[in-house]
Nanobody, 121 residues
Framework: QVQLVESGGGLVQPGGSLRLSCAASGSILSIYTMGWYRQAPGKQRTLVATITSSYITNYTDSVKGRFTISRNNAKSTVYLQSNSLKPEDTAVYYC???????????????WGQGTQVTVSS
């Protein structure tokens, strides 16, 4: 069974930094696009950043220049380095990935359980 497990959330002051990690585990053949989404209270879940298996990245406009997405294919892990954090970045951050599992040999989309990021003084 494939799982995504996030870590690294927490409380940080405005202007601070956090590094989120998300590790995929289970019987995996291939991992394709990985990404981060976030959901603020009372709002819909929205895209933060994605990275393809060829390391092509995409960011939502509000985080460009502040956040950096990266991945380590050997560790089946995706990271989100978040700098110059603002109160409006407060949300639950979810990891997402397109993964072909070894058991079903089928491409499926997976979500992590989410990690809270709170930016407040």
């Amino acid at each position: 069974q494939v799982q995504l497990v996030e870590s690294g959330g927490g409380l940080v002051q405005p202007g601070g930094s956090l590094r989120l990690s998300c590790a995929a585990s289970g019987s995996i053949l291939s991992i394709y696009t990985m990404g981060w989404y976030r959901q603020a209270p009372g709002k819909q879940r929205t895209l933060v950043a994605t990275i393809t298996s060829s390391y092509i990245t995409n960011y939502t406009d509000s985080v460009k220049g502040r956040f950096t997405i990266s991945r380590n294919n050997a560790k089946s892990t995706v990271y989100l380095q978040s700098n110059s954090l603002k109160p409006e970045d407060t949300a639950v951050y979810y990891c997402n990935a397109d993964i072909r599992g070894a058991i079903e040999n089928r491409l499926r989309n997976y979500w992590g359980q989410g990690t809270q990021v709170t930016v407040s003084s």
